[in-house]
């Protein structure tokens, strides 16, 4: 089974502080996205990856950067954390062709709070 | 641009009833299309998919949705629910050639009453 694994569960930080929310996938995924998850709105798409140090911009990539530097590894960084980035944030990951990059994986999520 | 839009944000039922949860897009190229299941406290869950092929899919836990391009809807559905399949249900389209970008719809909370 793909395993994508989101570091911590919950996080508690205050503004302004510079935060670091990582994910592993065990698949050897090209694809890799972070997304938030607010009420109503369902997700939305922040960054995306296809390849190593490779990141392409989402719907909604204001206030946030990320880092690829192992094709395992995506980490989404908020560089001053703003009390409206208060949200679930999810990590996927997705394979190659047609079946493989249309399907993907997700994380147990990261409920942030910013205080 | 594409759109999803899910037309019930909540549906209550009871146990053993049936139940459909709607799901329409907007696109104007072919698209592939998916339902997610979300569990209380847990990550998302590749419910169904439909890539190409017999408009009738089926995923699991007994979920079938159907794929209507004229009416550009991809509603699920469930003859008999159970308590277990409370959760929330997301749509998503993906253009296919987006590399595998997907745009999920808002959500439907499913609550099945016994």
């Known amino acids: 089974d793909v395993k994508v694994t989101q570091s911590s569960r919950y996080l508690v930080k205050r503004t302004g502080e510079k935060v670091f929310l990582e994910c592993v996938q065990d698949?050897?995924?090209?694809?890799m996205f972070w997304y938030r998850q607010d009420p109503g709105l369902g997700l939305r798409l922040i960054y995306f990856s296809y390849d190593v140090k490779m990141k392409e911009k989402g719907d909604i990539p204001e206030g946030y950067s990320v880092s690829r530097e192992k094709k395992e590894r995506f980490s989404l960084i908020l560089e001053s954390a703003s009390t409206n980035q208060t949200s679930m944030y999810l990590c996927a990951s997705s394979g190659q062709g047609l079946w493989g990059k249309n399907i993907q994986y997700f994380g147990a999520g990261t409920r942030l709070s910013v205080l | 641009a594409q759109s999803v839009t899910q037309l019930d944000s909540q549906v209550p039922v009871f146990e053993e009833a049936p139940v459909e949860l709607r799901c329409n897009y907007s696109s104007s190229v072919s698209v592939y299309l998916f339902w997610y299941v979300q569990y209380p406290n847990q990550g998302l869950q590749l419910l169904l998919k439909?890539?190409?092929?017999?408009?009738l899919v089926k995923g699991i836990n007994g979920f079938e949705a159907e794929f209507n391009k004229s009416q550009t809807s991809f509603h699920l559905r469930k003859p008999s629910v159970h308590i277990s399949d409370t959760a929330e249900y997301f749509c998503a389209v993906s253009e296919g050639n987006q590399g595998g970008k997907l745009i999920f719809g808002q959500g439907t909370e499913l609550s099945v009453k016994p």
């Open positions: 698949m050897d995924h090209e694809n």
């Open positions: 439909y890539l190409s092929g017999s408009t």
